[in-house]
């Protein structure tokens, strides 16, 4: 099997007040903090030494101005598949308040009442892995924690619930590639004060 040359660059958004107070942020459209600006910005000189034949990013303004403070906006575009998992009644909640009600939940495997399913977060994954599987060149991808965890296992050919797998800080960069001809993981929660 002869290795594509390409890399995926897979960067989760910098921080927002949610994501400091653990609430799940699926559709909620929150802006950065200021250390989440600081974070995007430090992408800057590690992206600019890279091309890109695609650069995708969520509708969502914490993923937009991720990807426009690391110098990537004006080649993005937008791709819906890239939304974070919609949580449903659990928008807005913290895992331990959801676990009073219902211990032993995981989004992951349980997903969200009234809001999606791994199964269904998981195709949304496998339409953006298509999509960059179909170009020759680099590829960013700027989303979100729980949708980006999805697509790492997706990637690897594991089933969804697998993402829980897959530990994401906000503001990390993550590099998928190949290893002789099969999907791999070349870096993963990479920080990018390094």
């Keep these: 099997m002869t290795a594509p040359e390409q890399q995926i660059y897979v960067i989760r958004h910098g921080e927002t007040e949610w994501s400091l107070s653990g609430q799940h942020t699926g559709v909620t459209d929150i802006p950065l903090t200021e250390n989440g600006r600081h974070l995007a910005k430090l992408l800057h000189p590690v992206l600019a030494k890279e091309s890109f034949a695609l650069v995708l990013t969520s509708p969502l303004q ?65 339409h953006v892995i298509k999509k960059a599987r179909a170009v020759k060149g680099n590829v960013a991808l700027f989303a979100h924690g729980h949708i980006l965890r999805v697509l790492v296992a997706r990637w690897i050919d594991l089933p969804a619930t697998a993402g829980r797998r897959f530990l994401l800080d906000t503001g990390t960069l993550n590099i998928l590639s190949y290893y002789r001809g099969f999907p791999a993981v070349k870096a993963w929660n990479a920080p990018l004060s390094l």
């Excluded at 819906?80 to 219902?102: A, C, F, P, R």
Aim: hydrophobic share 25%.
């Design 62 to 126: 914490r993923a937009k101005e991720t990807c426009k403070l690391s110098g990537l906006g004006n080649q993005s575009e937008v791709d819906s598949n890239l939304m974070e998992w919609n949580y449903g009644d659990y928008e807005g909640v913290t895992t331990d308040q959801i676990h009073e009600k219902n211990p032993g939940w995981l989004i992951f495997t349980d997903g969200g009442p009234g809001g999606e399913t791994p199964e269904q977060v998981g195709v949304r994954a496998d």
